[in-house]
């Protein structure tokens, strides 16, 4: 019986094992160190926002060192949703943090399988492909850099590319696998979203060749693929629309587009890609070919490349769709890997909004999906009394030489920070987490990485000790409730003033004395201010959407609902695909 169970269960099981030695370091006592220290953060401050009933969450309350700032409204909110959910359930904040990455890594093995078995319709040749990619030297990178957000967009990329594979094929239910996967890329890291679109459109275009039907004879696949990547961003809109169109509200350019993140500071250069991983000193990037991060494709890698460029060559004259998808994936890794190099910097310049990219070596997020489909590719064009051979070889290269490099620098044990984690965001999350401060915010100034108090402001009251910051103190404030998106008091004046509350102004936040909804300014500082008349009142102060807001939030409830009744619809007819079978 168990043998039996063994059998039918195969896959799930070579797969959990896959992401299990894939995550070995995840069982290390204490959190990672990384490039990016601030994901308790966000996850205690997407927490605290579920806890209170708002969603979507869009507002920090403690970052900015109190006075607030719209994170998520900017900040891929998807991965922090999963570890808040996972905080708020019981586990405390590290276990949260490390069951998002795990989680990641299992998305990553099952979009990666269902993809390649479904171009390949070779269980063995998807297995190869799907280790091929979670051991990848570049997903070991993102860990080591914290940058979860990435490794959860490109774990969904392998999906995207399935459901436009089976539109094209004309397929039930590619749509709606095309629609949810493109939008969970987009609310997982937008900038990646933007990297992959153009690769998108060329594997369209070469999976359409593929096909023994005449172009012209694919216009309704195009409008369909057309079609379902729009419920896709519309989806995402409640996120994309606010992130693209209020950015200008922040001080997001001043950060992101500073002499650091400039994007001419960080192409590569080819030696770079055959660089031994041992050479990193788990740095960062820098400019020209000796910076401390390693941007080496792995040995594995480095051979199955090997592999495909001799077998591309020996076998020229098939014509078959097995080689054909091979030139398509070969064609499309080395585009990818070229558009990180120096020499191509003026392409970039040619499209502005590349800019927000910061670092082209981010492509290589791409790169590592479609060289893994050159695994399953070269497998399956070896003769039969080789491939078994080359798929341990393979396997075994992975294990042997990429397991190792998934292991961060240090690991740290935050809990006495995680006893009181508010005020440790109040005091030192702030220092470092500062991108989306509201655009009018001007007492603070960074030096370096960090943000700091500019000293040239008087001392003033800071927001854990009073909700309201006055110039003047005729004033008597009682009663005070304070939540992420809202606080009340009672404030008592002995005339007519102009208060300022220690909350950053942004667009949204909406202002009632004693019920009567009052106009707001912003003060010199970047304060919320109002003015209040004399004697005893009773303030509300609330976050609101804007009406981009609710335009994203409208065009997001329609996208799911016409996807939910395009899912409800396929799934009268037979189901598309049979898991992992």
């Not at 490794?151 to 594979?165: D, E, Q, R, T």
């Not at 103190?473 to 005339?495: A, P």
């Amino acid at each position: 019986m168990v043998k039996n169970v063994l059998r039918a269960h195969s896959i799930p099981i070579v797969l959990l094992v896959l992401v299990l030695i894939n995550s070995w370091s995840l069982f290390i006592p204490g959190l990672g160190f990384g490039h990016d220290i601030n994901h308790a953060a966000r996850v205690f401050e997407m927490a605290q926002g579920l806890r209170e009933g708002v969603f979507p969450v869009i507002w920090s309350q403690n970052l900015a060192y109190g006075y607030g700032m719209p994170l998520f409204e900017f900040y891929a909110p998807l991965p922090y949703f999963l570890g808040a959910i996972f905080y708020l359930i019981g586990f405390n904040l590290t276990l949260a943090i490390k069951l998002l990455i795990f989680c990641s890594s299992v998305v990553m093995a099952v979009s990666a399988y269902q993809w390649t078995k479904y171009l390949f319709k070779d269980s063995r040749a998807a297995l190869l492909s799907t280790a091929v990619l979670l051991f990848a030297p570049y997903r070991a990178v993102d860990l080591i850099r914290a940058a979860y957000s990435e490794l959860w967009a490109i774990a969904f990329i392998p999906f995207v590319l399935l459901g436009i594979s089976m539109i094209i094929d004309k397929k039930r239910w590619g749509g709606v696998c095309l629609s949810l996967s493109f939008a969970a890329v987009l609310v997982s890291h937008n900038i990646t979203a933007l990297l992959l679109s153009p690769f998108l459109l060329l594997y369209t275009l070469g999976y359409l060749l593929l096909q023994k039907r005449v172009l012209r004879k694919q216009v309704v696949s195009l409008l369909k693929l057309a079609g379902y990547g729009l419920l896709g961003i519309g989806i995402s809109a409640f996120y994309s629309i606010p992130a693209l169109i209020e950015k200008h509200f922040t001080q997001i350019d001043t950060f992101i587009l500073d002499s650091y993140y400039n994007i001419h500071q960080h192409f590569l250069y080819i030696r770079q890609f055959i660089k031994p991983w041992g050479d990193w000193e788990y740095g960062g990037s820098g400019w020209g070919p000796n910076d401390e991060m390693s941007y080496f494709l792995g040995y594995p890698q480095l051979l199955i490349l090997l592999v495909v460029l001799i077998l591309t060559i020996l076998a020229i004259k098939r014509r078959g769709k097995l080689y054909k998808l091979q030139v398509l994936g070969l064609i499309l890794t080395m585009l990818s890997l070229l558009l990180t190099l120096l020499k191509t910097q003026g392409l970039w310049d040619l499209v502005p909004i590349a800019q927000y990219v910061q670092f082209p070596w981010r492509l290589l997020g791409i790169v590592v999906v479609f060289s893994s489909a050159l695994a399953g590719t070269s497998y399956l064009l070896f003769k039969k009394k080789l491939r078994t051979k080359y798929f341990v070889l393979v396997l075994g290269l992975l294990l042997l030489c990429n397991t190792r490099y998934f292991r961060n620098e240090k690991y740290i044990d935050h809990s006495s920070e995680y006893q009181d984690y508010r005020s440790h965001i109040l005091n030192e999350s702030s220092n470092n987490l500062y991108d989306y401060l509201p655009k009018d915010l001007s007492f603070f100034h960074k030096v370096g990485f960090y943000l700091y108090r500019d000293p040239a402001f008087p001392k003033m009251a800071v927001p854990s000790q009073s909700v309201v910051q006055s110039l003047q103190e005729t004033y008597q404030v009682s009663e005070v409730f304070e939540r992420t998106t809202q606080k009340t008091f009672t404030i008592e004046v002995g005339e007519a003033q102009n208060i300022s509350l220690n909350l950053a102004a942004y667009p949204g936040w909406v202002v009632f004395i004693d019920g009567k909804q009052q106009k707001w300014f912003v003060d010199s500082m970047g304060l919320l201010s109002f003015s209040v008349p004399a004697g005893n009142h009773q303030v509300l102060v609330q976050l609101r959407d804007t009406p981009i807001r609710r335009m994203g939030k409208f065009i997001s409830v329609l996208s799911a609902l016409s996807v939910i009744s395009l899912a409800l619809i396929s799934g009268k007819q037979k189901t598309f695909l049979k898991f992992f079978s």
